[in-house]
């Protein structure tokens, strides 16, 4: 994960007086800004000694310096929205057992993919609500939403409605009331990475690596009032150590889902 230390800065296109919202974005991600000054971008790591600079581009922030560019694009989310428009089904939809109306807590909210799903599912009746614990990652995701203005009407909708809060999944659990969200959703970094996986690898040098805790799942089924699910391989040990006893594969691919149904709680009085 990117932290402070490793060294970035944010810059614009060209010279200029500084966007009101790319200072936001800095402030956000908890990176300084360094005024292009026509320097070439190589130029301003060399002067600001950062191995990473973010350009604050009218689309949206792109973090360069890395192996790959990283940047927030709803591809991936709407293929699988167009999906379901045609009538397909989605892993995720079936795991989660989606339905309009419902809340829904994305605790590892990454490119924003599954959120952009959920977030088209659950509809305006329903809520998603993605917590993201990289400051960079959560940032550029946020604003790079922000500024995508292009699609159908539904893509927009859809976006519109993700709220992002960035912070550890775990403290953000912890001030939620219970039974505060219908379902309650992880997809951590998988343990054992799945080496083609273009998707997420520009996002992997800059992700929080660190495994589930059995406490932020204990918190989740605390605040879950239908189902805490987890993404993960599907051979993974990670089902067991965290008590996921019911186990949906997905058909097509190397990737399954733990599911931990809630008891429905008896109300007294
Ligand atoms: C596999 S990616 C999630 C991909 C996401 N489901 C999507 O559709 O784009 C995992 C993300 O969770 C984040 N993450 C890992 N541990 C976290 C934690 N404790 N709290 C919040 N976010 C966390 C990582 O930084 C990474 O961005």
């Not at 600001?48 to 991936?76: A, D, Q, T």
């Not at 080496?195 to 059995?214: Q, T, W």
């Not at 805490?228 to 006893?245: A, D, N, P, T, W």
Request: glycine share 8%; net charge negative.
């Amino acid at each position: 994960m990117i932290k402070l230390e490793d060294g970035c800065v944010v810059t614009e296109t060209r010279t200029g007086f500084p966007d009101p919202e790319m200072l936001m974005f800095a402030a956000g991600a908890g990176i300084p800004y360094s005024p292009r000054q026509d320097r070439s971008l190589a130029r301003v790591m060399e002067d600001e000694k950062v191995s990473r600079v973010v350009v604050w581009e009218r689309e949206g922030p792109i973090l360069y310096g890395g192996e790959e560019k990283f940047f927030y694009h709803p591809s991936m989310g709407k293929n699988r929205v167009s999906r379901l428009r045609r009538g397909e089904s989605d892993p995720l939809v079936q795991a989660l057992d989606l339905a309009p109306g419902l809340e829904v807590l994305d605790c590892t909210l990454g490119l924003g993919a599954d959120a952009l799903v959920i977030s088209y599912v659950v509809g305006s009746a329903g809520r998603v609500m993605g917590t993201e614990s990289s400051p960079l990652v959560a940032a550029i995701v946020r604003w790079g939403i922000k500024k995508y203005v292009k699609g159908p009407v539904w893509l927009q909708e859809a976006l519109d409605r993700i709220e992002i809060h960035t912070g550890d999944h775990f403290e953000i659990l912890r001030s939620q009331p219970s039974q505060s969200f219908d379902i309650v959703y992880f997809d951590p970094m998988f343990r054992n990475p799945i080496a083609v996986c273009s998707g997420i690898s520009p996002l992997r040098p800059l992700a929080n690596p660190e495994p589930l805790m059995v406490e932020a799942v204990q918190e989740a089924r605390r605040v879950a009032r239908r189902r805490v699910v987890l993404k993960e391989r599907y051979q993974s040990q990670e089902f067991q150590r965290l008590g996921f006893e019911q186990v949906q594969m997905s058909k097509k691919s190397e990737i399954a889902y733990g599911i931990m149904d809630i008891e429905p709680q008896i109300q007294e009085g």
